[in-house]
């Protein structure tokens, strides 16, 4: 078995509790805004590290593979490279709500999401718009001409919204308890890994697992969209954003284990929500990254918004589909500023191989 290396430790940082795209519509009194071989399961045992001893990791063995995409909307995911990564253990499934509650029972944890925004970092917002809150699916009318360029026509910030009320404050975790934890940021993810005795994979690590041994392929199960004419994934299928038909059984988020897990026994590697990575976003990172066991580039870069900090994200959401997002497929890449969450971005946990 191979020796895992680390990464660096990862601290926890709040440059600000919302993103300065998220400034700008506040300031403005606006509260809107606008991706083989069958491995065992085992528990992993954190003893005396606290966390949570009961959530079943998968083994990742150590391999190389081809990271990247070929697909014409995906240009930050080229060019195509070799890469090999080290064995890790890896969270059989996104962390859950029940997971996530047993975190802030233990700790006492405050999402950022849960803290109202500071007068001083957004001066001239009105104070009524200064409340915790996240950004929340919001989808127009059937008959909308949508942009879909334009976040604010199909998201919107929801005071009250938070992983304890996924939808705003009229909604809560009841018969959720097995769905992927949203409104989490990347702060929040990496407290509960430390929490737990893990950390974030690498941007690296999680496309080799989602992958499952399948190399090059389109999916993380082949080649094939919809094998025996079924969903594998929970993606959007009708007119993005304004029909979903819900044709693989869930309008949103799904329960975790809802579809057949991978060649690695992981589940949802594929739609369902965003999972957060550690490493820094840089569009044009797979131009110069390393062969052997990635970690990213330094800093981030996003030509969109230069001036915003981010964080890979990866697998999708259920609001991916061809014809605006296609990156649940594993080569896709995904990004998010570090100190913003969503009701579609979640994350799952690795652990380093002793």
């Known amino acids: 078995m191979s020796k895992a290396t680390s990464t660096p430790p990862l601290s926890v940082t709040k440059s600000s509790v919302l993103p300065p795209w998220w400034a700008k519509a506040l300031g403005a009194g606006l509260l809107?805004?606008?991706?083989?071989?069958?491995?065992?399961?085992?528990?992993?045992?954190?003893?005396?590290?606290?966390g949570d001893p009961d959530v079943p990791m998968v083994w990742i063995p150590p391999g190389e593979f081809h990271m990247g995409s070929q697909h014409p909307a995906m240009r930050d995911a080229r060019p195509v490279h070799l890469v090999r990564v080290n064995g890790f253990w890896m969270d059989e499934t996104e962390v859950t709500n029940e997971q996530f509650e047993r975190f802030v029972n233990a700790t006492g944890y405050v999402t950022v999401a849960e803290q109202a925004p500071k007068a001083e970092d957004f001066p001239g917002a009105p104070k009524e718009n200064l409340v915790?809150?996240?950004?929340?699916?919001?989808?127009?009318?059937?008959?909308?001409?949508v942009d879909l360029d334009n976040h604010f026509s199909w998201t919107k910030y929801v005071?009250?919204?938070?992983?304890?009320?996924?939808?705003?404050?009229?909604?809560?975790?009841?018969?959720?308890?097995?769905?992927?934890?949203?409104?989490?940021?990347?702060?929040?993810?990496?407290?509960?890994?430390?929490?737990?005795g893990k950390r974030l994979p690498t941007e690296a690590e999680w496309e080799y697992a989602a992958r499952g041994g399948l190399d090059r392929r389109a999916y993380v199960w082949g080649d094939e969209l919809k094998p025996g004419d079924k969903w594998l994934a929970n993606i959007w299928q009708g007119r993005f954003p304004v029909e979903n038909t819900a044709e693989d059984g869930f309008p949103r988020s799904a329960p975790v284990k809802s579809y057949p897990p991978n060649g690695y026994g992981l589940y949802d590697m594929a739609g369902n929500v965003w999972e957060w990575c550690a490493d820094w976003y840089t569009a044009a990172y797979y131009e110069f990254s390393p062969a052997d066991n990635p970690q990213g580039p330094q800093r981030s870069y996003d030509p969109l918004e230069p001036g915003q900090a981010k964080r890979v994200q990866r697998g999708g959401s259920f609001l991916c589909s061809d014809q605006y997002c296609s990156r649940y497929m594993p080569g896709g890449r995904g990004k998010g500023a570090v100190d913003s969450g969503a009701s579609h971005v979640g994350f799952r946990c690795v652990k380093d191989a002793k």
């Not at 950004?135 to 001409?145: A, D, G, L």
């Not at 018969?175 to 737990?196: F, I, L, N, S, T």
Request: hydrophobic letters at 40%.
């Open 32 to 50: 809107v805004l606008g991706a083989a071989v069958v491995a065992y399961v085992v528990t992993v045992g954190l003893g005396g590290r606290g």
């Open 132 to 145: 915790p809150g996240s950004v929340v699916f919001s989808p127009p009318p059937p008959s909308t001409e």
């Open 159 to 196: 005071p009250g919204a938070s992983w304890r009320h996924p939808e705003g404050p009229n909604s809560d975790l009841k018969g959720r308890e097995q769905h992927p934890v949203v409104h989490v940021c990347w702060d929040d993810a990496v407290a509960y890994a430390k929490w737990a």
